[in-house]
């Protein structure tokens, strides 16, 4: 029976990752531009050469044969050739998945602790002041643009990852600091409160059960953000990871390159927002 | 409505009140070059200083408020909405239903969205006035941005669904419909003012991104957002901190914006 | 934690480095001892080389690379922009310009050591000349169809032949480097005075030197001599900027108007301004018939009154003033002054003047209405400009000509686009207006634009691959360009191309705009810098750099 539902719910995850990639594989080559190439202004090129190039384009015309012979290369482990790179798109992902991983794995951290720290004081404290104080720097941290937060991680010289951090960390906090805040209103938790009970029982016993799933799923939902903030945080300090190279693959119009990422996004988002899930689902299991 | 409240109200309606007056408060218009005085610090002439081009600041902060601060909680609404909808009531309808929209959900949020709005521009004449395209670029970025929030109410409406008093208030016969609106809803509120609010100044920012697509707010028409990219270039910033102001002023207006809403939260009291 | 790990493997690549070092030093005690200590030299490439092979070099910086470690038969000294001998000690070209014979050094070895010989440059030839190749460096060479003919005299001696007259043949040379037909390292077996050494993609290149370069200095003393450069890849200018202000880079190519004013105000020495460079920045309008735009607009587009009169009314001065901050000349023609040879010096620049621009349009048909102008059937004149998004120079320049045109009444729209898309719309679908667009001049001879002047061609950007040309003025252009190609007396060929870049500037089919200085930026610690307007400006004289050690 769970192994039945273990089989079903990979199925499902398996066909939702291949989806992901036709449609983004459909997006790439709807899009304008996917025959275009900035070679062609070259004057020294004739027009052989031109068209040369075009067809080379054209090769991959048809949306659904390319997919299809596409997914029977990569399941002989050919994932394909950057049409910009030239270079075999399994050693360029995994040249750079492991910068990626740690950019995002560090940064992820940062902001949790950071969200964390800020919404459970604001919860606890209760009070007007600190609640605004924390709005506001969240707020500016919003308001900063991406890349600006990436240029300053440049010039004081800290690590990316604390780039990611402060750009995912308003969007964690205030879900967490309204997820807590409202946890920490409801009767039960107010009486508890009154009868004196410590603050550590009070959060574990009856916050944490309540706020459990609901937090999980934001940080399912941090992943994602976290891989978006890569980009352009990979590009603007010069770390050669996914981030990077998706931003060079969209930029060229690469379009094996591009399959290959949304998958690979598409599977990251899947794993943390399912995993989150199920831990959620354990969480409340528990508590009822 | 405490004092940080009344004070919320105020910014707010000040920075709207001087957005609408913006034809009184900067005659000279938005798009007035003053090509002698390029990259001007602030003088009597211009509050703000002036632009690359020597385009009045102050000017195009107000000129430019009008359109970020209409459309900018317009399309944070619109996905707000989406996601309390998909997200809410799949959460509630649970089983199949929930498993379904979230397989579309996490598609939403992995797929690169980018050539759709590359498409989208293609597919809009080149001559389209700047409020069109604008209009255009909020509508698609509320329609986009729902995803986040969907995911984290499927489970809050999940949770709320098992729940002891909707049980109850199920077993006491109250129909599906009204069950939703009374009992679900109001407890998926501290997620979908987080989304609202988080959701302003991200969409002003990425309508200023959303230029080097061809979308947002064309020139000479201003924005907030491409008031905020003038903080791109860092190296000169420091030395030239009235740049902060349209910074300054998003913050205090997010924040008015939050601490408005925390009323409805019942905390901040 | 990342900066920890990335400080191993900087360790890790130190090792890398201290063995390379030590099998050099290895290696050069078998010949005369040369201790260079001329540093490392660190800049920036902004994106990545696309290849290591010489041959299909396309993009800048697989051009700066190819620059820094081919070797080459001549080389256009980009100082005196005269041809000067490298490999070859000299030449010599037919009368009817379809061979040139080289004379080579000898006693050279590539960079793995494999001996240099007259065979090597026929291979190189051979691979260059390949149909199936498509890369600009050989397109260059191929004036007609047929194969080209190799002839091994000597192992110093070597004839080449076309199969048609290739004009300024000699100088098309300066881009082949030459390959090593034996060394089983390929393409990375260099004659150039650096060799790759260590490449990791989207991050850095390193190049060594190569310890077998075959030049010396006047004193004797072996060329480069810098030990290694680093190649950054950075896309990012701001990036750029703030780590040559905290010295981790020694130098910036084309350098911001902007930055460069920063820069000078706080250290003066710093930066250099080379002077107008041969890049132009260019506006033009879609004449293309079948393009899917009213057939109004196709009409003023095609008029050249209507060209004439928008390029009256834009200000240059203005464009040169507020956007490179005067590190700029308002353009003349297709050739920049900066070209000495090829330059018309006739052309005497566009008068700035909206009232002879609107009276001329008046004279057209044109009517001025409550500040908007109309053509003779009452169509209001508006049009839109796009540029390549994430330039801000090109952003700024449609912002100023908006407001220029604003003045005589017409109304532009500016439309911002990624780069695919831009080019979609130019080169196949047609769906523009017009559009603003800088073309990279590399080449000094008006061959390399053959493709862009003549009429049949698919870089005859305003309106491509005609049949038969459509105007007279495009027939004469294209009669013109053919004639100065198949001439091999540089004094005909000039008058040829001195008419064609009068009737550019009277028909203005581009409507050239600026010139923008080449600028760089060179740190103190740099000995030997002299940056010039020719490309690669500051690092052109690599081998002669050194880098004063902190």
Known sequence: MVRGKIAAHALALVATVLLGGLLSATLVRLAPGFEADVQELDPHLNAASVTALREARRQDHNILQFYLSYMNRAAHGDLGTSLALGQPVRTLLLDRAPLTLRLLATGLALAWVLSLTLALSAAWLRLSIYDTLTTVVSGTFLCIPAAVLALLSVLWNVPGSSAIALIVFPHTYRYARNLLVKAYSQPHVITARAKGLAEPRILFWHVVPVVAPQLLAVAGVSVSMAVGAAIPVEALCGLAGIGQLAWQAALARDLPLLVNITILVTLVTLLANSGADVIGHMVRGQES | MNSWQKLACAVLALVLGASLAANLLAPGGYAKQYREA?????????????????????????????????????????????????????????????????????????????FLLITARALMPLNVSPQVSALVTFMLLGFLGWTAAARVLCTTAGSLRSSDFVRQARAAGLPGQRLFWVHVMPNLRPVLYAQFWISIPVFILSEANLGILGLGVAEPMPSWGSLLKELEGLVSVGEEPWKFVPLILLVVVVTSFQLLLSRQEGVAA | MTRHEKRVGEMASAWGKAIAVTVICLVSLLKPAAAQGGGELRFCLRTEPKTFDPLKVEDDASAAVRYLTGGVLVRVNRQTQELEPELAQSWKTSKDGRQITFRLRSGILFSDGTNFSASDVAYTMQLLMDPALHSPTGDAFRSGAGNVETKVISPTQISITFSAPVAGLDRLFDQVAILSERS??????????????DYKPGASLLLNRNPNYWKTDEQGRKLPYLDSIRLDIQPNRDVEMLRFKRGELDLINSLDSEYFDKLSATSPQQVHDAGPSLDSEQLWFNEVAKSPIPGYKKNWFRSANFRQAISEAINREDLSRIVFHGHAQPALGPFSPANKFWFNSKLRPQAYSPDAALKALQAEGFRMKNGALKDKDGNEVVFSIITNAGSKIRERMAVLIQDDLQKIGVHVNVVTLDFPSLIERMTQSYDYEAILLGLTNVDLDPNGEMNVWLSSSENHQWNPQQKAPETSWEAEIDRLMRAQASSSDAKKRKEAFDRVQEIAVEQEPFIFLINKNALSAVSKTVHGAAPVILWPQAFWNAERLTVATK
């Not at chain 2, 003088?43 to 430019?64: C, E, I, M, N, P």
């Not at chain 2, 317009?74 to 649970?94: E, F, H, K």
Request: charged share 15%.
């Open chain 2, 38 to 114: 390029t990259n001007a610090p602030p003088s009597h002439a211009h509050w703000l200083g002036t632009d690359d081009v020597g385009r009045d600041r102050f000017a195009r902060v107000l000129y430019g408020t009008r359109i970020s601060l209409l459309l900018a909680p317009a399309a944070a609404l619109l996905s707000t909405l989406m996601a309390a909808l998909i997200g809410g009531l799949a959460g509630y309808l649970g089983g199949t239903w929930a498993r379904m929209a979230m397989a579309v959900t996490d598609l939403f949020l992995s797929l690169p969205w980018l």
């Open chain 3, 184 to 197: 089983p390292k390929k393409e990375m077996a260099v004659l150039g005075p650096f060799m790759v050494a």
